[in-house]
Protein backbone atom coordinates (compact mmCIF):
# COMPACT_ATOMS: atom_id res chain seq x y z
CA UNK A 1 0.00 0.00 0.00
CA UNK A 2 1.19 3.34 -0.83
CA UNK A 3 2.23 5.41 2.42
CA UNK A 4 0.09 8.13 2.81
CA UNK A 5 1.58 11.55 2.75
CA UNK A 6 0.92 14.18 5.18
CA UNK A 7 0.72 18.06 5.13
CA UNK A 8 3.17 20.35 6.86
CA UNK A 9 0.17 20.51 9.66
CA UNK A 10 -0.47 16.69 9.96
CA UNK A 11 3.05 15.82 9.93
CA UNK A 12 5.22 15.08 13.86
CA UNK A 13 7.74 17.20 15.25
CA UNK A 14 10.31 14.47 14.85
CA UNK A 15 9.02 14.00 10.47
CA UNK A 16 9.74 17.73 10.46
CA UNK A 17 13.20 17.38 11.82
CA UNK A 18 13.03 14.89 8.87
CA UNK A 19 12.41 17.41 6.25
CA UNK A 20 13.87 20.41 7.82
CA UNK A 21 17.12 18.60 7.75
CA UNK A 22 17.19 17.47 4.49
CA UNK A 23 16.25 20.82 3.32
CA UNK A 24 19.81 21.72 5.01
CA UNK A 25 18.38 23.61 7.68
CA UNK A 26 19.60 23.44 11.00
CA UNK A 27 17.36 21.21 13.25
CA UNK A 28 16.06 23.31 15.56
CA UNK A 29 14.05 25.20 12.51
CA UNK A 30 12.40 21.91 13.11
CA UNK A 31 11.06 22.82 16.92
CA UNK A 32 10.41 26.52 15.74
CA UNK A 33 7.95 25.73 12.59
CA UNK A 34 6.43 23.40 14.88
CA UNK A 35 5.39 26.18 17.41
CA UNK A 36 4.34 28.34 15.17
CA UNK A 37 2.08 25.73 13.71
CA UNK A 38 0.49 24.15 17.06
CA UNK A 39 1.18 26.62 20.13
CA UNK A 40 1.17 30.24 18.17
CA UNK A 41 -1.46 28.86 15.44
CA UNK A 42 -0.09 30.66 13.21
CA UNK A 43 -2.25 30.96 9.86
CA UNK A 44 0.80 30.60 7.10
CA UNK A 45 4.27 30.74 7.01
CA UNK A 46 4.35 34.74 6.79
CA UNK A 47 3.85 34.55 9.90
CA UNK A 48 6.52 32.50 11.16
CA UNK A 49 8.40 35.77 11.33
CA UNK A 50 11.84 34.07 13.53
CA UNK A 51 11.89 31.79 10.27
CA UNK A 52 14.76 33.11 7.37
CA UNK A 53 12.65 34.22 4.66
CA UNK A 54 14.20 31.74 2.34
CA UNK A 55 13.06 29.08 4.25
CA UNK A 56 9.80 30.52 4.34
CA UNK A 57 10.04 30.81 0.65
CA UNK A 58 10.83 27.04 0.05
CA UNK A 59 8.35 25.74 2.53
CA UNK A 60 5.61 28.01 0.58
CA UNK A 61 6.61 26.50 -2.82
CA UNK A 62 7.03 22.84 -1.35
CA UNK A 63 4.45 21.60 1.32
CA UNK A 64 1.30 23.66 1.50
CA UNK A 65 -0.04 24.86 4.33
CA UNK A 66 -4.14 25.43 4.76
CA UNK A 67 -5.47 26.36 8.01
CA UNK A 68 -9.62 26.71 8.02
CA UNK A 69 -11.96 29.94 6.91
CA UNK A 70 -14.37 30.56 9.58
CA UNK A 71 -17.46 31.36 7.29
CA UNK A 72 -19.92 31.39 10.51
CA UNK A 73 -20.21 31.58 13.58
CA UNK A 74 -23.82 31.15 15.35
CA UNK A 75 -24.16 32.30 19.37
CA UNK A 76 -26.81 30.11 21.35
CA UNK A 77 -28.87 33.06 23.48
CA UNK A 78 -29.51 30.39 25.86
CA UNK A 79 -26.52 29.23 26.64
CA UNK A 80 -23.66 30.56 24.99
CA UNK A 81 -22.73 28.05 22.93
CA UNK A 82 -21.33 28.61 19.56
CA UNK A 83 -21.32 26.79 16.31
CA UNK A 84 -19.03 27.25 13.73
CA UNK A 85 -18.88 27.17 10.11
CA UNK A 86 -15.78 26.35 8.17
CA UNK A 87 -14.67 25.99 4.86
CA UNK A 88 -11.84 23.93 4.20
CA UNK A 89 -9.20 24.51 1.46
CA UNK A 90 -11.27 22.06 -1.26
CA UNK A 91 -14.27 24.10 -0.21
CA UNK A 92 -15.86 21.29 1.95
CA UNK A 93 -17.37 22.74 4.66
CA UNK A 94 -17.29 21.36 8.23
CA UNK A 95 -19.21 22.34 11.35
CA UNK A 96 -17.95 22.21 14.98
CA UNK A 97 -19.20 23.36 17.97
CA UNK A 98 -17.88 25.32 21.09
CA UNK A 99 -19.12 25.10 24.68
CA UNK A 100 -18.50 26.17 28.17
CA UNK A 101 -18.92 24.61 31.26
CA UNK A 102 -17.75 25.18 34.97
CA UNK A 103 -14.72 22.72 34.84
CA UNK A 104 -13.28 24.44 31.53
CA UNK A 105 -14.40 24.82 27.72
CA UNK A 106 -15.06 22.10 25.27
CA UNK A 107 -14.72 22.03 21.89
CA UNK A 108 -16.71 19.02 19.80
CA UNK A 109 -15.14 18.17 16.35
CA UNK A 110 -16.21 17.00 13.35
CA UNK A 111 -13.80 13.83 11.79
CA UNK A 112 -15.28 13.61 8.46
CA UNK A 113 -16.81 15.76 5.70
CA UNK A 114 -20.60 13.82 6.08
CA UNK A 115 -20.84 10.31 7.37
CA UNK A 116 -21.68 7.12 5.76
CA UNK A 117 -23.30 5.19 8.92
CA UNK A 118 -26.64 6.46 8.25
CA UNK A 119 -28.42 6.73 12.04
CA UNK A 120 -31.72 6.73 11.18
CA UNK A 121 -32.27 10.16 13.62
CA UNK A 122 -29.26 11.98 12.86
CA UNK A 123 -28.84 14.76 10.43
CA UNK A 124 -24.40 14.59 9.89
CA UNK A 125 -25.74 11.38 7.82
CA UNK A 126 -28.63 12.24 5.58
CA UNK A 127 -25.85 13.50 2.70
CA UNK A 128 -23.60 10.39 2.87
CA UNK A 129 -19.69 10.81 3.14
CA UNK A 130 -17.57 13.03 1.28
CA UNK A 131 -14.12 12.32 2.72
CA UNK A 132 -12.45 12.12 5.83
CA UNK A 133 -10.93 14.25 7.47
CA UNK A 134 -7.00 14.96 7.91
CA UNK A 135 -5.14 15.37 11.29
CA UNK A 136 -4.44 18.80 10.55
CA UNK A 137 -8.29 19.64 9.51
CA UNK A 138 -9.31 18.04 12.81
CA UNK A 139 -6.35 20.41 14.90
CA UNK A 140 -7.42 23.67 13.17
CA UNK A 141 -10.95 22.71 14.11
CA UNK A 142 -9.42 23.71 18.08
CA UNK A 143 -6.76 26.63 16.53
CA UNK A 144 -9.50 28.44 14.83
CA UNK A 145 -11.81 28.18 17.56
CA UNK A 146 -8.92 29.14 20.34
CA UNK A 147 -7.97 32.17 17.57
CA UNK A 148 -12.05 33.29 16.95
CA UNK A 149 -13.03 32.90 21.52
CA UNK A 150 -8.94 33.93 22.65
CA UNK A 151 -9.97 31.15 24.98
CA UNK A 152 -8.22 28.47 26.51
CA UNK A 153 -9.81 24.87 25.57
CA UNK A 154 -9.10 22.05 28.32
CA UNK A 155 -11.44 19.36 26.72
CA UNK A 156 -12.32 17.37 23.26
CA UNK A 157 -15.16 15.58 22.21
CA UNK A 158 -14.94 13.67 18.77
CA UNK A 159 -18.94 13.61 18.90
CA UNK A 160 -19.59 16.22 15.62
CA UNK A 161 -20.22 14.58 12.15
CA UNK A 162 -18.69 11.74 11.05
CA UNK A 163 -17.66 8.39 12.79
CA UNK A 164 -14.26 9.03 13.96
CA UNK A 165 -13.19 5.46 13.75
CA UNK A 166 -14.14 5.31 9.96
CA UNK A 167 -11.07 7.46 9.78
CA UNK A 168 -8.71 5.89 12.05
CA UNK A 169 -5.44 6.44 11.36
CA UNK A 170 -5.75 10.30 11.21
CA UNK A 171 -7.83 10.41 14.37
CA UNK A 172 -4.86 8.47 16.43
CA UNK A 173 -2.57 10.91 14.81
CA UNK A 174 -4.59 13.84 15.49
CA UNK A 175 -5.24 12.52 19.38
CA UNK A 176 -1.41 11.58 19.81
CA UNK A 177 -0.40 15.78 18.36
CA UNK A 178 -3.43 17.64 20.21
CA UNK A 179 -2.17 15.86 23.21
CA UNK A 180 1.50 16.27 22.42
CA UNK A 181 3.88 18.27 25.46
CA UNK A 182 5.27 19.97 22.32
CA UNK A 183 1.59 21.10 21.11
CA UNK A 184 -1.79 22.55 22.70
CA UNK A 185 -1.11 19.92 25.32
CA UNK A 186 -4.32 18.74 25.86
CA UNK A 187 -4.47 15.96 28.30
CA UNK A 188 -5.83 12.65 26.93
CA UNK A 189 -7.88 11.99 29.69
CA UNK A 190 -10.25 15.44 28.81
CA UNK A 191 -10.36 14.18 25.38
CA UNK A 192 -13.52 11.66 24.52
CA UNK A 193 -14.55 9.37 21.36
CA UNK A 194 -17.55 8.77 20.30
CA UNK A 195 -18.32 5.80 18.21
CA UNK A 196 -21.46 3.64 16.85
CA UNK A 197 -19.53 0.94 17.26
CA UNK A 198 -17.13 -0.28 14.64
CA UNK A 199 -15.70 -3.07 16.78
CA UNK A 200 -12.38 -4.51 15.53
CA UNK A 201 -11.62 -0.62 15.49
CA UNK A 202 -12.69 -0.39 18.92
CA UNK A 203 -10.26 -3.48 20.59
CA UNK A 204 -7.44 -1.63 18.34
CA UNK A 205 -8.07 1.55 19.81
CA UNK A 206 -8.07 -0.42 23.38
CA UNK A 207 -4.35 -1.79 22.34
CA UNK A 208 -2.93 1.91 21.95
CA UNK A 209 -3.37 1.72 25.39
CA UNK A 210 -4.26 5.41 25.44
CA UNK A 211 -6.10 7.28 28.10
CA UNK A 212 -8.89 9.08 26.07
CA UNK A 213 -12.60 8.08 26.88
CA UNK A 214 -14.34 6.18 24.99
CA UNK A 215 -17.71 6.96 24.57
CA UNK A 216 -20.04 3.98 22.59
CA UNK A 217 -23.44 5.12 21.05
CA UNK A 218 -25.81 2.34 21.90
CA UNK A 219 -29.61 4.02 21.82
CA UNK A 220 -31.08 0.87 21.87
CA UNK A 221 -30.66 -2.33 24.15
CA UNK A 222 -31.24 -5.37 22.17
CA UNK A 223 -29.92 -6.19 18.96
CA UNK A 224 -33.58 -5.64 17.62
CA UNK A 225 -34.05 -1.92 18.88
CA UNK A 226 -30.36 -0.82 18.30
CA UNK A 227 -31.30 -2.32 14.63
CA UNK A 228 -34.27 -0.31 14.17
CA UNK A 229 -32.29 2.84 14.89
CA UNK A 230 -28.42 1.67 13.37
CA UNK A 231 -27.57 0.21 10.12
CA UNK A 232 -24.02 -0.57 11.96
CA UNK A 233 -25.76 -2.81 13.80
CA UNK A 234 -26.61 -5.28 11.12
CA UNK A 235 -22.71 -5.65 11.26
CA UNK A 236 -22.08 -5.99 14.68
CA UNK A 237 -23.70 -8.10 17.39
CA UNK A 238 -24.14 -5.62 20.52
CA UNK A 239 -22.85 -8.44 22.13
CA UNK A 240 -19.70 -7.87 20.18
CA UNK A 241 -20.26 -4.23 21.18
CA UNK A 242 -20.32 -4.94 24.84
CA UNK A 243 -17.29 -7.23 24.63
CA UNK A 244 -15.31 -4.61 23.41
CA UNK A 245 -16.10 -1.96 25.51
CA UNK A 246 -15.15 -4.54 28.39
CA UNK A 247 -11.68 -5.11 26.13
CA UNK A 248 -11.31 -1.01 26.10
CA UNK A 249 -11.57 -1.04 29.74
CA UNK A 250 -9.61 -3.69 30.59
CA UNK A 251 -6.97 -2.48 28.23
CA UNK A 252 -6.75 1.02 29.53
CA UNK A 253 -8.41 1.15 33.04
CA UNK A 254 -10.50 3.95 31.18
CA UNK A 255 -14.49 3.85 32.16
CA UNK A 256 -16.47 3.36 29.35
CA UNK A 257 -19.37 6.01 28.53
CA UNK A 258 -22.75 4.78 26.90
CA UNK A 259 -24.41 7.41 25.05
CA UNK A 260 -28.40 6.92 24.85
CA UNK A 261 -30.41 9.10 22.87
CA UNK A 262 -34.13 8.70 23.87
CA UNK A 263 -36.86 8.66 21.41
CA UNK A 264 -40.54 9.05 22.14
CA UNK A 265 -42.49 5.55 22.03
CA UNK A 266 -39.15 4.00 20.79
CA UNK A 267 -36.77 2.98 23.20
CA UNK A 268 -38.06 4.89 26.14
CA UNK A 269 -40.25 2.21 28.16
CA UNK A 270 -39.35 0.64 31.51
CA UNK A 271 -38.29 -2.31 29.57
CA UNK A 272 -36.00 -0.46 28.10
CA UNK A 273 -34.10 0.72 30.92
CA UNK A 274 -34.86 -2.69 32.28
CA UNK A 275 -33.08 -4.56 29.36
CA UNK A 276 -30.05 -1.83 30.06
CA UNK A 277 -29.53 -2.53 33.02
CA UNK A 278 -28.88 -6.02 32.10
CA UNK A 279 -26.90 -5.47 29.51
CA UNK A 280 -24.91 -3.53 30.95
CA UNK A 281 -24.34 -5.21 34.36
CA UNK A 282 -20.83 -5.47 35.85
CA UNK A 283 -19.14 -2.83 33.37
CA UNK A 284 -17.77 0.23 34.90
CA UNK A 285 -19.50 2.33 32.99
CA UNK A 286 -21.36 5.74 33.08
CA UNK A 287 -24.82 6.40 30.91
CA UNK A 288 -25.38 9.28 29.94
CA UNK A 289 -29.27 9.68 28.56
CA UNK A 290 -30.00 12.37 25.45
CA UNK A 291 -33.46 13.54 25.03
CA UNK A 292 -33.32 13.01 21.06
CA UNK A 293 -32.77 16.35 19.21
CA UNK A 294 -35.85 16.17 16.18
CA UNK A 295 -34.30 16.76 12.83
CA UNK A 296 -36.93 17.83 10.20
CA UNK A 297 -36.14 14.70 7.81
CA UNK A 298 -37.77 12.29 10.52
CA UNK A 299 -40.53 11.81 12.84
CA UNK A 300 -38.89 10.84 15.53
CA UNK A 301 -39.98 12.65 18.82
CA UNK A 302 -38.34 13.60 22.16
CA UNK A 303 -39.35 11.20 25.18
CA UNK A 304 -41.74 12.75 27.63
CA UNK A 305 -39.83 14.88 30.55
CA UNK A 306 -41.42 12.13 32.86
CA UNK A 307 -40.39 9.04 30.89
CA UNK A 308 -36.70 9.97 30.99
CA UNK A 309 -37.01 10.69 34.42
CA UNK A 310 -38.54 7.37 35.22
CA UNK A 311 -35.54 5.57 32.73
CA UNK A 312 -33.08 7.33 34.98
CA UNK A 313 -34.60 6.17 38.27
CA UNK A 314 -34.42 2.24 37.13
CA UNK A 315 -31.41 2.97 36.75
CA UNK A 316 -29.79 4.32 39.33
CA UNK A 317 -31.86 1.69 41.28
CA UNK A 318 -29.62 -0.51 39.92
CA UNK A 319 -26.29 1.84 40.99
CA UNK A 320 -25.72 2.54 37.87
CA UNK A 321 -23.92 5.91 36.89
CA UNK A 322 -26.48 7.76 34.82
CA UNK A 323 -26.67 11.56 33.85
CA UNK A 324 -28.67 13.28 31.32
CA UNK A 325 -27.01 15.12 28.86
CA UNK A 326 -27.56 18.96 29.13
CA UNK A 327 -27.81 20.07 25.48
CA UNK A 328 -26.29 22.74 24.46
CA UNK A 329 -26.58 25.17 21.75
CA UNK A 330 -29.93 23.59 20.47
CA UNK A 331 -31.69 27.07 19.35
CA UNK A 332 -28.96 27.23 17.02
CA UNK A 333 -29.14 23.26 15.38
CA UNK A 334 -25.54 23.02 17.13
CA UNK A 335 -26.66 19.59 19.59
CA UNK A 336 -26.00 16.02 19.23
CA UNK A 337 -27.22 15.09 15.60
CA UNK A 338 -28.13 18.54 14.41
CA UNK A 339 -25.09 18.96 12.90
CA UNK A 340 -25.17 18.41 9.29
CA UNK A 341 -23.12 18.49 5.75
CA UNK A 342 -23.07 22.10 4.31
CA UNK A 343 -23.09 22.56 0.41
CA UNK A 344 -22.29 25.81 -1.19
CA UNK A 345 -24.82 28.04 -1.41
CA UNK A 346 -25.19 27.25 2.48
CA UNK A 347 -29.17 26.06 2.75
N1 LIG B 1 -20.34 8.86 14.84
C1 LIG B 1 -20.13 9.01 16.25
C2 LIG B 1 -20.07 10.43 16.75
C3 LIG B 1 -21.09 11.42 16.27
S1 LIG B 1 -22.65 11.61 17.00
C4 LIG B 1 -21.14 8.21 17.01
O1 LIG B 1 -22.02 7.63 16.41
O2 LIG B 1 -21.01 8.10 18.22
C5 LIG B 1 -22.52 12.03 18.68
C6 LIG B 1 -23.70 11.45 19.47
O3 LIG B 1 -24.95 12.10 19.18
C7 LIG B 1 -23.92 9.98 19.17
O4 LIG B 1 -24.18 9.28 20.34
C8 LIG B 1 -25.13 10.04 18.29
O5 LIG B 1 -25.77 8.81 18.20
C9 LIG B 1 -25.94 11.11 18.96
N2 LIG B 1 -27.00 11.65 18.14
C10 LIG B 1 -27.10 11.67 16.80
N3 LIG B 1 -28.23 12.26 16.40
C11 LIG B 1 -28.89 12.61 17.51
C12 LIG B 1 -30.12 13.28 17.75
N4 LIG B 1 -30.88 13.69 16.74
N5 LIG B 1 -30.47 13.50 19.03
C13 LIG B 1 -29.66 13.11 20.05
N6 LIG B 1 -28.51 12.51 19.89
C14 LIG B 1 -28.11 12.24 18.63
Not at 132 to 157: C, F, G, H, W
Request: a neutral charge; glycine letters at 6%.
Amino acid sequence: MEKESYDMKSMTLDEIKTIITEMGEKSFRAKQLYEWMHIKLARNYDEMTNLPKSLREKLTKNYPYTSLREVMVQTSKIDGTKKYLFALADGNYIESVWMQYHHGNSVCISSQVGCRMGCRFCASTLDGLERNLTPSEMLDQIYAIVRSTKERVSNIVVMGTGEPLDNYDNLLRFIQMVSDENGLHISQRNITVSTCGIVENMRRLADEKLQITLALSLHGSTQEKRQELMPIANKYAIDEVIDACRYYFAQTGRRITFEYSLVGGINDTEADAENLCKLVSGLNCHVNLIPVNPIKERDYVVSEHRNVLCFQNKLEKKHINVTVRREMGRDIDGACGQLRRRFGDLN
